[in-house]
C-alpha cells in the first residue's frame, strides 16, 4: 500500500506549496535523527515532500496516487500495451516485468533526487564552516560551507539521494539562514559594530 504523502505532512490534498513547506519544515526539525527524533518517520516527510514540493512530481502522484505507479494507475484496467503505443511509445517496448516496472524505467530517476532544508545560524552563513547532514538511509555526510552563505542557497550530493532501477539520485540541501529573533544588549552592540564597520 502506498504511503499518503498529504496525510505524512499533514496538510490538506488542497494545500498550497507555501502550506506543505511550512508543514514540512515543522515536521523535519521535530523529527530530525540529530535531535532525537525518529529516522524512519524523518525519511518518510522528506520523501513525502520531495515529491508534493514538485508541481510537476505533484501532478504525477495525485494522478496515479501512488509513488511507484504500480496497482491502481488510473488507467481503468485497459490494456496498457495499446495505451504505451497510442502515446507515441516504441512497439519494442518490453511489458514482460508489468506496469510497476515500466513507471520504474520512464520516472524512478526523477522520483530519486531528494531535497532537504537544513537550518544554520547566521554566524555559519557569515563565517562559513562546517556541518553535518544525515541522508535519508542514515548516511552522514559533510557539508563545507563557503563564508557568505546564502539563504535558500542549494547544494548538491551526487548519487546520495533515493534508489532506483538505474543507480541512486542526487540530494539537494537547500540551506535557510536562522535570523534570532531577539537579541541581547551585548549581541546588540557587536552587531552595530559591524554595522559601523561597513558589514
Do not use: W
Not at 34 to 57: C, H, M, R
Not at 117 to 134: D, F, H, M, S
Request: charged content about 25%.
Amino acid at each position: 500500500m502506498a504511503e499518503d504523502y498529504y496525510k505524512i505532512l499533514g496538510v490538506s490534498k488542497s494545500a498550497t506549496a507555501a502550506e506543505i513547506k511550512k508543514a514540512y519544515r515543522h515536521l523535519a526539525q521535530q523529527h530530525h535523527p540529530d535531535k532525537g527524533g525518529d529516522a524512519e518517520q524523518f525519511k518518510k516527510i522528506n520523501e513525502a515532500y520531495q515529491v508534493l514540493s514538485d508541481p510537476k512530481k505533484r501532478q504525477a502522484y495525485d494522478q496515479f496516487g501512488t509513488a511507484d505507479f504500480a496497482g491502481n494507475s488510473g488507467f481503468g484496467g485497459g490494456n496498457y500495451e495499446d495505451i504505451f503505443r497510442n502515446a507515441g511509445f516504441s512497439g519494442n517496448v518490453n511489458f514482460g516485468g508489468g506496469l510497476g516496472d515500466i513507471f520504474e524505467t520512464f520516472f524512478g530517476q526523477a522520483f530519486s533526487q531528494v531535497q532537504v532544508e537544513l537550518q544554520i545560524k547566521l554566524t555559519q552563513a557569515l563565517l562559513g564552516g562546517n556541518v553535518q547532514v544525515t541522508t535519508q538511509q542514515g548516511e552522514k555526510i559533510d557539508l563545507k560551507l563557503p563564508p557568505g552563505t546564502q539563504d535558500g542557497q542549494a547544494f548538491k550530493f551526487k548519487g546520495k539521494g533515493m534508489s532506483y532501477r538505474g543507480g541512486r539520485g542526487d540530494l539537494i540541501v537547500v540551506v535557510r539562514v536562522e535570523y534570532p529573533q531577539r537579541i541581547n544588549r551585548e549581541q546588540r552592540e557587536l552587531i552595530e559594530k559591524l554595522q559601523d564597520a561597513g558589514l
